[in-house]
């Protein structure tokens, strides 16, 4: 969830039925299926198991109302529309990824995980989310600089200076929430409208800001050992027993934009594009071949070699900002017995 494309995904709706759409604009629900070594469609049978919402990229299973099973699967999702073939490996990235973040951000904020019983899975705590996501930016980017271009200075309530350049800072980190129907895209919103509606708290929205804030500034400073800036990213939170917890993923190259800091500010000065790691290379594709999803408009075909070349980027991403070499645990065998077998036994311990 590139905060450019953000899914909306909250925890209570996880606690019924739901299908995921296909890149054609239907819906398929199926047995579990494996291709390519990625694994795209999951349909397990968990002890406990009250329900499963399948999204655009993760399956998650609702274990007795109180447990969630959260599948990141190999589906890649732009422009709300799951492309027709998998990415081998990215399930494994963004899972990994958001689980160690998650484990270095537990001194600022409580958060929804439990365990990674499989390097696809995580099983955490069913929170019931708030119908917000807190959208933080430190560079003027993406479909904020567009807005710029067309004359917008005030961005979800938030004054932007004038004169400002494509890729340049802000002072400081501003953040821009978005608020989604059940149906529809998400829609900019202000703090003041937020609480003015009621949609949140006064008392809860300041407590997610704050959140916010800190851990968008511990991403930025891990980021930096491994020679990258944190440009933008998305949270979600939930409230579970009276408490806000972060919930979902966080700082994946689906959520989060990250620019190389090496070569930042000659490329700025220049008026060059950044060097960047996020989802961002994959709607550029699309749009170079004619797609953003508008009616009329066909899907290009996604070739082995690109989803291999796709696959690489995201394994890329893992080893930069984690500084960790990736293991490619789902090379060998089947991808969805394993995490069957995987989930089994940690539910077990519960």
């Not at 969830?1 to 925890?11: A, L, Q, T, V």
């Not at 998650?102 to 001194?107: A, I, K, S, V």
């Not at 961005?155 to 149906?183: H, S, W, Y």
């Not at 070699?305 to 060998?332: C, M, N, P, Q």
Request: glycine share 8%; net charge negative; proline share 4%.
């Amino acid at each position: 969830m590139n905060p450019e494309n953000k899914s909306g995904k909250r925890h209570d709706k996880y606690s019924k039925t739901n299908s995921y759409p296909s890149a054609q604009g239907g819906f398929k629900v199926g047995k579990t299926t494996t291709t390519m070594k990625a694994l795209t469609r999951t349909d397990f049978h968990f002890d406990g198991q009250k329900s499963v919402y399948h999204g655009k990229v993760r399956d998650v299973y609702n274990i007795n109302d109180d447990i969630l099973v959260m599948i990141a699967t190999d589906r890649i999702s732009a422009f709300d529309v799951v492309l027709p073939k998998g990415i081998p490996f990215k399930g494994q990235v963004l899972n990994q990824i958001a689980a160690k973040f998650l484990d270095q951000t537990t001194d600022i904020c409580p958060n929804w995980k439990l365990s990674t019983p499989d390097p696809m899975v995580t099983v955490g705590l069913k929170c019931e989310g708030f119908r917000v996501e807190m959208i933080i930016r430190s560079i003027l980017t993406g479909s904020a600089w567009r807005e710029y271009q067309k004359g917008c200075r005030e961005l979800c309530g938030v004054k932007l200076p004038e004169g400002m350049r494509e890729n340049q800072r802000f002072p400081e980190p501003i953040i821009t929430p978005t608020t989604k129907a059940d149906e529809g895209h998400d829609m900019n919103i202000s703090k003041e409208e937020i609480i003015a509606q009621g949609i949140v708290s006064k008392e809860d929205y300041e407590i997610m800001e704050d959140y916010t804030r800190k851990i968008f500034a511990r991403g930025q400073e891990i980021a930096a050992k491994h020679g990258l800036i944190l440009v933008d990213t998305k949270y979600e939170f939930g409230k579970r027993d009276g408490k806000v917890y972060l919930i979902d993923e966080i700082h994946t190259p689906d959520s989060s934009r990250y620019f190389y800091a090496d070569g930042y500010e000659e490329k700025f000065e220049k008026g060059e594009p950044q060097r960047q790691l996020s989802k961002e290379f994959v709607r550029q594709w699309l749009i170079e071949h004619n797609f953003m999803n508008e009616p009329g408009q066909v899907m290009p075909e996604i070739t082995d070699e690109y989803a291999e070349s796709v696959s690489e980027r995201y394994i890329e991403l893992f080893e930069h900002i984690t500084g960790d070499k990736f293991d490619k645990a789902a090379e060998e065998g089947d991808i969805a017995a394993r995490i069957e077998k995987n989930v089994n036994e940690y539910l077990k311990t519960l």
